[in-house]
């Protein structure tokens, strides 16, 4: 497994992560990141400067934001399973 980036505070980042993504292929990194550790990173990378972006606008706090974040993504991979 490999390590996990930053989140990239900038506005910039925020802008593209708000690209849509096609369900098709959503679904399919869903059902491997079920079975693939990678999988759920590459989740990770598509959707953590959002998420971080919603939440630090959210709080107002970076810290609040980051530690939010990590929250949301461990209960996310917690309930992988349970994703349709």
């Known amino acids: 497994i490999e390590p996990i980036a930053p989140i990239d505070q900038t506005p910039e980042a925020a802008d593209t992560a708000a690209a ?9 990194l869903v059902e491997r990141a079920r079975t693939e550790p990678d999988a759920f ?3 990770y990378e598509r959707y953590v400067d959002r998420v971080y972006s919603y939440i630090y606008h959210r709080v107002g ?3 609040d934001a980051e530690d939010l974040t990590a929250r949301t993504f461990y ?3 917690e309930k992988l399973d349970t994703y349709e």
């Open 20 to 28: 849509p993504v096609a369900d098709a292929d959503e679904s399919a």
């Open 41 to 43: 990173g590459q989740l």
């Open 75 to 77: 209960r996310a991979l």
């Open 61 to 63: 706090n970076v810290q």
